[in-house]
């Protein structure tokens, strides 16, 4: 008897750990309704509490028994909350690829961020952090509920609806320059790199799957992208569709195109180191703020230089003025592996072009080239106009004086003679 429960404590708590609610099914039973009450958590029943009916109370550990009335009455209220089960998932929030029971974000994105669930969930974060205090814990000695092998589980409901709130904000994040137009970030990560946008973003977790990814020098082609599922059995839809733009890849600096929510992944990476917090996934070492930091510009770097000197500036003067860096820390430009990047070398003469800023991109066949303009020579400078002599005043006519007759030139055949006194 004890090797069995042993054995269903081990089930459940490897479902748990690796995902707290199991993967959701391929095909609907033959007995399904739509209109039927679901859920996935194990130990739990539909009519404890299921899809777009959560009812907190029921899954959650009792409340110890305690001066304050007021925040029983208000975490008992939270019985019919409009959201899917998936907001108590903690397994995307570290960032991690689970081996078993892998859940692919994109399709639970939607539920998740629907209005009605959204707008439950603020009115319930309001209401218990102001009826409730961290002090107004759970029994979790007699516990025995859907959570029990969940070695994170929180220990109260301020906890509780604090983790859940942080939780779907980060979920639901867009790009807010085009809000109503683009996906949400974790689509965009998980269908552009494959990589888990947790909320937990002090690892580095992920930067292996887009160094993978931009290692080689490519380009993807402009056009419309359209994904639709859905799946009734777990309440699940994930349409979308708009248009994509050109991408570069490339493992040079500036040579991959990179999203509004990659740019804003690297950000909060860059910012969320902590002291003996930060672990390398491979061997589990602690990992120094410098090596941190070189790490992740290794592979940041590859985006558009101008968004990516920007946060990378940004989180050295946040560490230079908390002390974690002295002032003179200057980034020696190594990589991963100790080596300086080779630098490009300038053309030996004016001859030579140069080499191109993008030359993983192909020029198209229609594009021809531009013949080179000749230079114009320069002008002959103008020699300066001699200034004219001064003109001497004409006398004045004397009334009275005889005009001296002129002398007639010789093509003309005529010249009459006018006396001075007639002109009077």
């Known amino acids: 008897m004890g090797f069995i429960a042993l054995l269903i404590t081990t089930v459940v708590a490897l479902s748990i750990s690796t995902g707290i609610l199991a993967r959701r099914p391929d095909h609907c039973p033959q007995n399904y309704r739509s209109y039927q009450q679901r859920t996935h958590i194990p130990l739990n029943q539909p009519w404890r509490s299921s899809n777009n009916r959560l009812n907190f109370p029921n899954v959650y550990p009792p409340l110890v028994y305690g001066p304050n009335p007021a925040c029983q009455t208000a975490w008992s209220s939270l019985n019919y909350i409009p959201c899917h089960e998936k907001i108590w998932n903690r397994s995307w929030d570290n960032g991690k690829h689970e081996t078993l029971f892998e859940l692919d974000p994109t399709s639970y994105s939607g539920p998740i961020c629907q209005r009605s669930c959204t707008d439950a969930m603020n009115r319930a974060y309001q209401l218990?952090?102001?009826?409730?205090?961290?002090?107004?814990?759970?029994?979790?000695?007699?516990?025995?509920?859907?959570?029990?092998?969940?070695?994170?589980?929180?220990?109260?409901?301020?906890?509780?609806?604090?983790?859940?709130?942080?939780?779907?904000?980060?979920?639901?994040?867009?790009?807010?320059?085009?809000?109503?137009?683009?996906?949400?970030?974790?689509?965009?990560?998980?269908?552009?790199?494959?990589?888990?946008?947790?909320?937990?973003?002090?690892?580095?977790?992920?930067?292996?799957?887009?160094e993978s990814a931009t290692r080689m020098a490519r380009t993807e082609r402009p056009g419309y992208k359209y994904r639709a599922a859905n799946d009734q059995c777990d309440d699940t839809w994930t349409p979308w569709s708009g248009y994509r733009q050109e991408r570069s890849f490339g493992p040079g600096e500036n040579q991959t195109s990179c999203s509004w929510c990659t740019i804003d992944w690297f950000d909060r990476k860059l910012q969320s180191w902590e002291e003996d917090k930060v672990v390398d996934p491979k061997n589990g070492t602690v990992v120094a703020l410098p090596d941190y930091l070189r790490r992740i510009?290794?592979?940041?770097?590859?985006?558009?230089?101008?968004?990516?000197?920007?946060?990378?500036?940004?989180?050295?003067?946040?560490?230079?003025?908390?002390?974690?860096?002295?002032?003179?820390?200057?980034?020696?430009?190594?990589?991963?592996?100790?080596?300086?990047?080779?630098?490009?070398?300038?053309?030996?003469?004016?001859?030579?072009?140069?080499?191109?800023?993008?030359?993983?991109?192909?020029?198209?066949?229609?594009?021809?080239?531009?013949?080179?303009?000749?230079?114009?020579?320069?002008?002959?400078?103008?020699?300066?106009?001699?200034?004219?002599?001064?003109?001497?005043?004409?006398?004045?006519?004397?009334?009275?004086?005889?005009?001296?007759?002129?002398?007639p030139a010789k093509h003309l055949d005529h010249v009459e003679e006018i006396d001075a006194q007639e002109l009077a």
């Not at 759970?138 to 025995?144: H, L």
Request: with cysteine; charged share 25%.
């Open 297 to 407: 510009r290794h592979v940041g770097q590859r985006c558009q230089s101008n968004d990516w000197n920007r946060i990378y500036g940004q989180a050295i003067h946040k560490y230079k003025s908390a002390g974690l860096l002295p002032p003179d820390w200057k980034d020696d430009g190594k990589d991963v592996s100790g080596k300086k990047p080779c630098k490009k070398t300038k053309p030996s003469s004016s001859e030579q072009p140069d080499v191109p800023t993008n030359p993983w991109r192909k020029v198209p066949s229609y594009v021809k080239p531009v013949k080179p303009v000749k230079p114009v020579k320069p002008a002959k400078p103008v020699k300066p106009v001699k200034p004219l002599k001064p003109v001497k005043p004409l006398e004045p006519l004397e009334l009275g004086k005889a005009v001296e007759s002129v002398t």
């Open 128 to 210: 218990i952090v102001s009826q409730c205090t961290p002090e107004d814990k759970f029994d979790m000695e007699n516990y025995v509920g859907p959570f029990t092998a969940d070695p994170e589980l929180e220990d109260s409901p301020v906890a509780v609806i604090s983790t859940i709130q942080r939780r779907l904000q980060h979920t639901c994040r867009k790009n807010p320059l085009s809000y109503y137009t683009s996906d949400y970030c974790v689509n965009d990560l998980y269908n552009d790199w494959f990589v888990v946008d947790g909320m937990n973003t002090a690892n580095l977790e992920g930067l292996d799957l887009i």
